[in-house]
Nanobody, 121 residues
Framework: QVQPVESGGGLVEAGGSLRLSCVAS?????????MGWFRRGLGKEREFVAA???????YSADSVEGRFGISRDNAKNTVYLQMNSLKPEDTAVYYC??????????????WGQGTQVTVSS
């Protein structure tokens, strides 16, 4: 059973930083999968945040470009989302996903349960 597991969410003030982690120990080989981050704000649909391919190419949503960065450590089967200059509108449940796509949910096969990020004003 493949179950990515997110961690690192919490409460942070506007302008602050937070780093999310996602461990996908069930993926073999982990390095062959595209890893992505999506989020769902209250009353909103789930939206793309960032993704990183097996060869290290990265993609980000316009709303987080320049503020968020995605990276991966294949030796640890882990992908990270570094979030800086956080805004209240970044408040959402953040989901880690694994698959073969990039910006679209259609390209991801396995999803984590999500971790809550709340940015106060």
């Amino acid at each position: 059973q493949v179950q990515p597991v997110e961690s690192g969410g919490g409460l942070v003030e506007a302008g602050g930083s937070l780093r999310l982690s996602c461990v996908a120990s069930g993926l073999t080989p982990f390095s062959s999968y595209v890893m992505g981050w999506f989020r769902r704000g209250l009353g909103k649909e789930r939206e793309f945040v960032a993704a990183i391919t097996s060869n290290g190419a990265t993609y980000s949503a316009d709303s987080v470009e320049g503020r968020f960065g995605i990276s991966r450590d294949n030796a640890k089967n882990t992908v990270y989302l570094q979030m800086n200059s956080l805004k209240p509108e970044d408040t959402a449940v953040y989901y880690c996903a694994a698959g073969s796509g990039t910006r679209s949910e259609r390209g991801y096969y396995y999803w984590g349960q999500g971790t809550q990020v709340t940015v106060s004003s």
